[in-house]
């Protein structure tokens, strides 16, 4: 029979047919209502399992359906009595729908629509609340994640609901609405995404409206920044509680959202850290071979982080100590431990950069980080973690954990790489590790937002972090988020509390935070009006929910005494408020429907994008990608015992009952049990986990595409990779190609006051002001290190020399040079200078 409508590369339909999004950001909270339309084109009933992502951090508050003109309102139930009501649902002929979290990562759900009648539609609703990111431009972020890439899961572990990921091109579409409020005025938005104009529905610019343009094919994030006035403004969210609700209950009570952006003394920031140790850890997977867009000039994902090391280490300050990791299915370190920062481990580390390639296999981040864990610390030099990875790993919550573990030794900056890289994973490490997260998709560059990771790195640590509440007399707080263990320059801190009784007076409240930075004492305060604010629709009580329903999982994964006692909390919580957690799911069924089912239903898996359905499969080790009926669990296999009907659960209901069924047969074979499965191999790894025979069987053009380009091609990436890790440079031809100029003409320009190096420091100074001022976030601490450089050589006053070498390069301002303290930056740029290139 011929089949119309929705099909896969299969050609088996797809029930999903489109995706309706509307997002309304108040402030810097968004509320997201999106609406996915199922419809059964087949002849007989079946069940469709879609596996997306969320974002890491949202609450997801509200599950609903509609069929025909009936609404089914789903309700939050334990997780286990809500699969037994699905499956007992669709084994009766009545439609049911299932919404779950992943166990293993936060930003995964899964959706099952049960039972869904031949030629019938359906349109389930999804609703959830998360933070809008604050970015380096003041802008706020929202990304609503399109792509799911596969998982990598090493052999032997339990894989759960990350392994069900189907990835494609994706058959359905997406629309988009946005509606911003806020009482900050709004100066603009922008998208990675074609949008319509922007229209403003009043004069003060507080509240505007845009929509995606049509025609969008969900088949990558759609990433919206939203720009407001004096966006880094401390401030204060209370809103009233449910009086239906139990007294003493979160839901009951008054709760406030405190947003703090800490201001450090100018004094004390004017000098960076000269110690440390610096640890790089980078992704060399195979799918770091990927492109980082699909635009003229993409770099692929290990080249781009290449090119990003030369920055780091030609960035760091002499004396420090450092290291780099290499991993994938394996790892490996440049040197045996840290070593110090000198010219010659310099070297060293630059000549095994430009041999790195994304060749080790899948993504397998536990093992390196558990390695670096057990390296002594060395005293007086903090560590910091820089990890870069595109993100796709399988037990994201056992890496945060021992990340977590070790917070007290170390800090944590992590980078998410490409489309699809797990949010949870990379904002995770940084939250757990005091360090702060960035994320590269599209066409952003990495060099920058890693060297503005790098300033947070160098920047004092914040210690004795305190917070106070000044609450009138009958009123009480009970903070809900965890403590403070990091602040940074500018960035923004939230706090959620609870707050119980009744003010009979006073109707405002103050938040203190204290901490020492360089020795020196630090206050903030906020004073925040206590009347609730109107219209929230309960979204800061479903995100203190949240945030405290994560801090019950973190507990109950670390271990603590009393285990039970934590799950029951959390899903006492989880039914209170709404919001689901790793032991609870959305369930709702449509008791006026009933049909009879004869056989198992069938199923249609609803693929997400994958960024590398465009690219060639590269062999696979099937060792890593075991069919899903395999991986359910490290420590048993799902044979025909009661033990496999709890491994089971992973599964839809389909599969369910499939291996309910097997269960009558005695000695099922391995391969008889994979042909009794509906479910085949999907999550192809690419590039993901070569086999030894693989890798020997590389082809010269294979090789040839992972060779990296001539750093010639870029002169700021040239002139910072001639820099001497002191922070000079050499007098030589290489320099003088950088700026256009022979040899001869530096040196015969060279005034007799200084000699070559501080000449052809100079020059490259003025150069990087001259003519690179738009990518000073990037050369920023190269600058540093070589003015600092020119301060201890002691030549004296340099006015005359910076004005041959302005005349020397082109440049048509005058650029001053004032030497200070060498740990500061030394050097100033009249605003209008201009250079050649």
């Known amino acids: 029979m011929e089949i119309y409508g929705l099909v896969t590369e299969k050609n088996e339909p797809v029930p999903l047919r489109s995706i309706s999004v509307e997002l309304l950001v108040q402030d810097h909270v968004a509320t997201v209502s999106s609406t996915l339309q199922y419809v059964n084109e087949e002849e007989r009933p079946l069940e469709a399992v879609f596996v997306f992502p969320l974002p890491a951090d949202a609450a997801v508050c509200h599950f609903s359906a509609k069929i025909g003109e009936q609404e089914i ?72 994640p399109a792509v799911l890439n596969p998982r990598y899961t090493p052999a032997g572990s339990a894989a759960g609901i990350v392994s069900e990921i189907s990835s494609g091109a994706v058959p359905y579409t997406l629309t988009l609405s946005v509606h911003v409020s806020s009482p900050k005025p ?12 922007l229209v403003f529905l009043h004069s003060d610019h507080t509240q505007a409206t845009v929509n995606l343009s049509p025609g969008h094919m969900f088949d990558k994030d759609v990433e919206l920044f939203v720009y407001y006035q004096d966006t880094h403004q401390p401030s204060a969210v209370v809103e009233a509680g449910v009086n239906t609700a139990p007294p003493g209950s979160l839901m009951r009570d008054t709760v406030v959202m405190i947003s703090l952006y800490p201001e450090f003394p100018e004094e004390v920031m004017s000098s960076l850290a000269s110690r440390g140790e610096f640890v790089f850890v980078i992704d060399r997977s195979g799918s770091m071979g990927d492109m980082m867009h699909q635009g003229k000039e993409a770099q692929n994902r290990i080249e781009s982080a290449k090119d990003t090391l030369l920055l780091l280490l030609k960035s760091l300050p002499m004396g420090c100590y450092f290291n780099i990791y290499g991993f994938g299915s394996v790892f490996e370190s440049f040197f045996p431990q840290c070593v110090e920062y000198n010219q010659d481990t310099m070297d060293q580390a630059l000549k095994r950069v430009k041999e790195m390639k994304a060749d080790m296999g899948g993504t397998e981040i536990l093992q390196p980080l558990k390695h670096i864990y057990s390296q002594p610390c060395y005293p007086d030099h903090p560590r910091q973690l820089f990890i870069f990875t595109d993100g796709e790993v399988f037990n994201t919550k056992e890496v945060l954990d021992l990340v977590k573990s070790h917070a007290h030794s170390h800090r944590c900056f992590s980078f998410g790489i490409g489309e699809g890289a797990s949010a949870a994973l990379i904002t995770g ?23 503005q990771s790098l300033r947070f790195a160098l920047q004092p640590a914040v210690l004795n972090i305190s917070v106070d509440w000044t609450l009138p007399d009958d009123v009480t707080v009970d903070t ?6 990091v602040l940074f320059q500018g960035q923004r801190t939230l706090i959620y509390a609870q707050l119980k009784g009744e003010s009979s007076g006073g109707s405002e409240g103050t938040v203190t935070v204290k901490y020492s930075l360089k020795d ?50 959390m899903v006492e919580l989880s039914v209170q408020a709404g919001v689901s957690c790793v032991h609870t799911a959305f369930i709702a069924v449509n008791k006026d429907s009933r049909q009879t089912v004869k056989g198992p239903l069938l199923q249609r898996r609803v693929p997400t994008y994958d960024s590398s359905s465009e690219i060639d499969m590269m062999q696979v080790n099937y060792d890593h990608i075991a069919p899903r009926e395999f991986r359910l669990s490290s420590s048993r296999h799902c044979v025909a015992d009661e033990q496999s009907f709890h491994c089971s659960k992973m599964m839809s209901f389909t599969e369910r009952a499939v291996l309910k069924m097997s269960n009558r047969v005695t000695a099922v074979t391995a391969p008889e049990q994979k042909i009794g499965f509906m479910t085949k191999v999907q999550n192809f790894f690419r590039r993901g986990s070569k086999t030894a025979t693989a890798k020997s069987e590389q082809t010269d053009s294979e090789i040839k595409i992972d060779a990296a380009p001539e750093l ?44 070559g190096s501080v000449w052809a420091t100079l020059l490259a100074l003025i150069w990087l002001y001259g003519c690179k001022i738009e990518q000073q976030v990037e050369w920023q601490f190269v600058a540093m290190k070589a003015a600092s450089w020119i301060g201890s050589q002691k030549v004296g006053d340099l006015s005359q020399c910076v004005c041959e070498g302005n005349v020397l390069l082109g440049c048509q301002e005058m650029c001053f040079v004032n030497l200070v303290h060498p740990n500061r930056i030394i050097l100033t740029v009249s605003i209008n200078i201009r250079g050649t290139t």
């Not at 293993?104 to 899964?110: A, G, I, L, Q, T």
């Not at 604010?533 to 203190?544: M, Y």
């Not at 700026?739 to 040196?747: A, C, P, Q, R, V």
């Open 73 to 144: 309102v789903a309700e939050v139930q334990d997780r286990e009595t809500a699969r037994d009501r699905y499956d007992d649902a669709v084994s009766s002929g009545q439609q049911a729908f299932l919404l779950e979290e992943s166990a293993e990562s936060p930003d995964v759900f899964r959706l099952s629509v049960g039972c869904l009648s031949a030629g019938q539609n359906a349109a389930v609703t999804i609703i959830y609340v998360t933070e809008l990111a604050v970015q380096d431009d003041h802008s706020l972020r929202f990304c609503l």
């Open 186 to 197: 709004i100066s603009k938005l922008e998208s990675n995404c074609i949008l319509d104009p």
């Open 429 to 451: 490490m940084a939250r757990e590790g005091s360090g702060h997260a960035q994320f590269i998709t599209d066409t952003d560059r990495m060099q920058p937002k890693v060297m």
């Open 480 to 485: 809900l988020s965890p403590p403070i263990n």
């Open 520 to 569: 020196q004492p630090v206050t903030n305060q906020l004073h925040f009006c206590l009347k609730p604010t109107e219209e929230t629709q309960l979204s800061i009580h479903r995100l203190a929910a949240r945030t405290l329903i994560r801090s019950l999982e973190q507990k109950e994964r670390s271990g603590a005494a009393d285990v039970e006692g934590i799950r029951s909390r």
């Open 712 to 755: 010639q091609k870029d002169l700021l990436l040239q002139l910072v990779s001639l820099q001497k890790a002191s922070g000079c440079w050499d007098l030589d031809s290489t320099l003088a190609d950088v700026f256009g100029k022979t040899e001869d003409e530096l040196t015969n320009q060279k005034p007799a006051q200084v000699d």
